[in-house]
T-cell receptor
Framework: DGGITQSPKYLFRKEGQNVTLSCEQNLNHDAMYWYRQDPGQGLRLIYYSQIVNDFQKGDIAEGYSVSREKKESFPLTVTSAQKNPTAFYLC??????????FGQGTRLTVV | GENVEQHPSTLSVQEGDSAVIKCTYSDSASNYFPWYKQELGKRPQLIIDIRSNVGEKKDQRIAVTLNKTAKHFSLHITETQPEDSAVYFCAATISGAGSYQLTFGKGTKLSVIP
């Protein structure tokens, strides 16, 4: 099922390295989001964007950065400042009334 | 901002029994309440949603109820089956206000015992 695509599915990061997670959608949604999910935890909002060239910090933005140069794309960079980046990362986009569609997720591991 | 509380965090039921998950929200302006199911290692997927202009919505074995006065909403699953085992998330948002930020509950891990 298409709609919103994340890549890669698995990603390994070395200490001190920046990595970028890709998120692309073809649903023509204005709003896009990045969530972090730790084992047994809920969905914590990292960043969100409601329109091209604009984005807002979520609850746990420290150590992360995003860009929104195109409506279809909302990449997330995990910087070396993020001390505990191992987690499952979910990208989502939503309709104007708030129904969210999620990508299949990227599992990031620090090695 | 909006705050969503979800209970219980874990729930075990026998196959065929009913399961109920409850959520409360803090912002009385919230008017859209979706429920998502996340199977292990997979993406959350919408299973049912409700808007503030209705009190109940059903879809086969799944139903959601909303009490706007008390600011709580619940997911009801009847005749549970092993494939219902998953983590369920509730969420709340102010739909149509130009800000679509969903606030999620922390999730409920449902285990259906055959």
């Amino acid at each position: 099922d298409g709609g919103i695509t994340q890549s890669p599915k698995y990603l390994f990061r070395k200490e001190g390295q920046n990595v970028t997670l890709s998120c692309e959608q073809n649903l023509n949604h204005d709003a896009m989001y990045w969530y972090r999910q730790d084992p047994g935890q809920g969905l914590r909002l990292i960043y969100y964007s409601q329109i091209v060239n604009d984005f807002q910090k979520g609850d746990i933005a420290e150590g992360y950065s995003v860009s929104r140069e195109k409506k279809e794309s909302f990449p997330l960079t995990v910087t070396s400042a993020q001390k505990n980046p191992t987690a499952f990362y979910l990208c989502a986009s939503s309709t104007p009334w708030g129904e969210a569609f999620f990508g299949q997720g990227t599992r990031l591991t620090v090695v | 901002g909006e705050n969503v509380e979800q209970h219980p965090s874990t729930l075990s039921v026998q196959e065929g029994d009913s399961a109920v998950i409850k959520c409360t929200y803090s912002d009385s302006a919230s008017n859209y309440f979706p429920w998502y199911k996340q199977e292990l290692g997979k993406r959350p997927q919408l299973i049912i949603d409700i808007r503030s202009n209705v009190g109940e919505k059903k879809d086969q074995r799944i139903a959601v109820t909303l009490n706007k006065t008390a600011k709580h909403f619940s997911l009801h699953i009847t005749e549970t089956q092993p494939e219902d085992s998953a983590v369920y998330f509730c969420a709340a948002t102010i739909s149509g206000a130009g800000s679509y930020q969903l606030t999620f509950g922390k999730g409920t891990k449902l285990s259906v015992i055959p």
